[in-house]
């Protein structure tokens, strides 16, 4: 169960290291559009972009925290993150589109679930 968690765990940082690599580099992307279900035109508008990067930020030091918290600071931080990542895809879920509750916190929710066990 031990690695099986590692595996969820680097799968979920992975992920959100993606979500960061379309929120800051491929910001106007037809991929971005398209997973945001947004236009390029919308996602080429100043404020939304800057938006967008700041989000990105966020996405990317959540998939550092959830690397470190599965190599250095131990099952009790991990947790904890994987437990904020979820909460943020609920929100998400909730506000913006009911899918966001699977598409980012599917793998967290698996994880989350395995480290009880491991």
């Not at 972009?49 to 989000?55: A, E, G, R, Y």
């Not at 879920?93 to 793998?107: C, E, H, R, V």
Request: charged fraction near 10%.
């Amino acid at each position: 169960m031990k690695i099986l968690l590692q595996i969820l765990t680097v799968l979920v940082g992975l992920e959100f290291f993606y979500i960061m690599y379309l929120e800051t580099i491929a910001t106007t992307s037809k991929k971005t559009a398209q997973v945001f279900q947004m236009s390029q035109e919308e996602l080429s508008q100043k404020n939304v972009n800057v938006l967008f990067k700041n989000q990105g930020v966020y996405n990317g030091l959540l998939g550092v925290l959830v690397l470190l918290a599965i190599t250095v600071f131990g099952k009790a931080v991990l947790q904890t993150v994987l437990g904020m990542m979820i909460l943020i895809a609920a929100y998400g879920a909730l506000t913006s589109n009911p899918k966001i509750i699977l598409m980012q916190g599917g793998l967290p929710i698996l994880a989350l679930i395995v480290s009880f066990f491991a």
